[in-house]
């Protein structure tokens, strides 16, 4: 019998949960787990995703949306071998989340029970932390700690927790956690050395050229890089593959999405002799080519929060700082040089004019139509990776979040992340981008958005194939072995799991559902799936 003269280890946790602002628990549960979760109180919401893949990326969305940890949970090795691939792209997207993941009642761990999980390692290196408690009566310190963990790391910190501890009691005297808070420095002086040198490596180039990243994506951020460039009057490019904008994206001296190949990569930065990177990697590839990264004479700084990222980065400077803060210092030391408006990519015809009669729909099309209809706050959830250089080309990022993409590569991320996007911050309309082959990935997510009314309109560009794997065989000059499905009806799957869906086979029929739905996307509770049959897009470049 529990002891009823003291809290339970579950009180305690839950507990630690209040205080930390971790109310909200995403979850795919199962047996491990019922002891945490039967009669769990009122003021815990409880958020159920059909696969541990949509649960992590649901946490996922709502953590970025609100800066601070969110909290899931997972089943035992099973649910947690589903979420690592979520888990990585959590991490490299710098979501904090606290992970829960349940484990086989201690007493008879040695063992080895059905379901018991050998859970430390299997995650891999993903995790920011993983904690084990030795003992029933740690585990409220240890969840406090991977709070602090996933704050700092800005990952993943998982608990694991075996079943029976939530009942054991804790003695009262027993410390909870560290009364530690882990403050990230807010301020730089304005005699910083580093930021100095920064910006005598700028004042001393005659063409420099800005690099922003997903580690820039914040308000302030933004206001410190835009004075930084208007004072420069240098251009300002994003890193490829990033997951988030870290400059206003519609502002003059935005100078386009850089290139993930070598030999492009040179050209684009060809005649800067000075290249200031904030907030992201020097420099992230993704096909493998040779040569050097950018052309000899090229000075490379950088600033960063992530210690990893400024270490393996090849740049003469690399500096661990806020971003926000250490940009502003160097801005207000460089001197001000008149400002020219940065070359624009051009516009294929096809991304300006709608269809002629006859003619299929493209990406472009739907992309461009959207453009034309959105608030300039509206949060535009990425995961179509044929069609993603035109989705930079005509849907700028206008506002901090204003574009998110898994910075991991892996598909399954858009149609979670853009649901706890919405369900965290339900005053911004959310608009998901997403290829039919990567919405199979976390189709299941649909049910959640609808159960919990995440009014998100997701955009399926249904061309019944994974273009860009095609486009990728081409570029090898092969032939794929893979097949089309283009029978698989992405609004069927979604009535299915209870989300409305609309078809949409015509460039008129997109227009008319659009000018209907986007108006209320602010205000929207219900979610909506656009279906729509697109032709392949002909070509790639990574």
């Known amino acids: 019998m529990p002891d009823q ?86 991490r490299v997207n ?87 808070r882990v403050a990230r420095p807010a301020h730089v002086a304005p005699d910083d050395g580093a930021a100095a040198e920064v910006a005598a490596l700028l004042d001393g180039a005659a063409h420099p050229a800005l690099v922003v990243g997903a580690g820039a994506d914040s308000a302030p951020a933004w206001a410190a890089l835009t004075a930084l460039a208007e004072r420069l009057g240098a251009p300002v490019y994003q890193e490829s593959f990033g997951a988030r904008a870290g400059f206003p994206q519609d502002h003059p001296l935005f100078a386009g999405h850089l290139p993930a190949e070598r030999s492009r990569l040179r050209e684009a930065l060809r005649g800067h002799d000075a290249v200031f990177t904030a907030g992201a990697p020097v420099f992230r590839q993704y096909i493998y080519a040779d040569g050097p990264l950018v052309v000899p004479g090229t000075r490379l700084a950088m600033v960063s929060e992530d210690p990893a990222e400024a270490h393996r980065g090849p740049a003469g400077i690399a500096v661990i700082a806020p971003v926000a803060p250490f940009t502003a210092v160097v801005a207000d030391r460089v001197r001000e040089r008149p400002v020219s408006p940065a070359p624009r990519p051009p516009t294929a015809p096809e991304e300006t004019a709608p269809p002629a009669e006859g003619e299929p729909l493209r990406a472009a099309h739907v992309l461009r139509a959207l453009a034309e209809r959105i608030a300039p706050d509206t949060v535009v959830v990425e995961e179509t990776p044929s069609s993603r250089p035109q989705l930079h080309r005509l849907l700028p990022a206008r506002a901090p979040l204003g574009f998110l993409s898994a ?26 981008v997403v290829g039919d082959g990567s919405a199979l990935y976390q189709v299941q997510a649909l049910w959640s958005a609808h159960r919990y009314r995440a009014g998100v309109l997701f955009v399926v560009l249904a061309n019944g194939r994974y273009a860009i794997m095609d486009r990728l065989a081409e570029h090898r000059g092969g032939k794929p072995p893979w097949p089309a499905f283009g029978e698989v009806s992405l609004a069927a799957l979604a ?14 029929d997109l227009v008319r559902v659009l000018d209907e739905v986007v108006p209320g996307l602010a205000d929207r509770d219900e979610p909506l799936v656009l279906d729509v049959a697109v032709a392949p897009d002909p070509t790639f470049a990574p």
């Open 407 to 432: 910075a991991m590569g892996g598909l399954g991320f858009a149609l979670p992340a853009a649901t706890g996007v919405r369900m965290a911050a339900p005053g911004r309309p959310v608009v998901a």
């Open 94 to 180: 710098r979501a904090p989340l606290v992970v829960l993941v349940g484990q086989q009642d201690r007493r008879h761990l040695e063992h080895e029970p059905f379901l018991a999980g050998r859970l430390e390692g299997l995650a891999g290196d993903y995790p920011v932390a993983v904690h084990r408690p030795p003992r029933a009566q740690d585990v409220p310190a240890a969840v406090v700690r991977a709070h602090h963990e996933a704050s700092h790391g800005r990952g993943p910190a998982l608990v694991i927790v075996c079943m029976d501890d939530w009942s054991h009691p804790v003695d009262p005297g027993q410390p909870r956690a560290a009364a530690v």
């Open 495 to 508: 009535r299915g799991l209870g989300c409305p869906a609309v078809e949409v086979r015509s460039h008129g």
């Open 5 to 90: 003269t003291r809290p339970t280890v579950r009180e305690q946790t839950l507990g630690a949960m209040r205080e930390l602002g971790m109310t909200t628990v995403f979850a795919n549960p199962g047996s491990t787990e019922v002891p945490f979760l039967v009669d769990l109180p009122d003021d815990i919401d409880f958020v159920l995703g059909l696969h541990e893949g949509s649960v992590v990326g649901m946490a996922t969305g709502w953590a970025l949306a609100r800066d601070r940890p969110a909290m899931v949970l997972l089943h035992t090795t099973a649910g947690l071998g589903n979420a690592v691939g979520a888990l990585a792209t959590a």
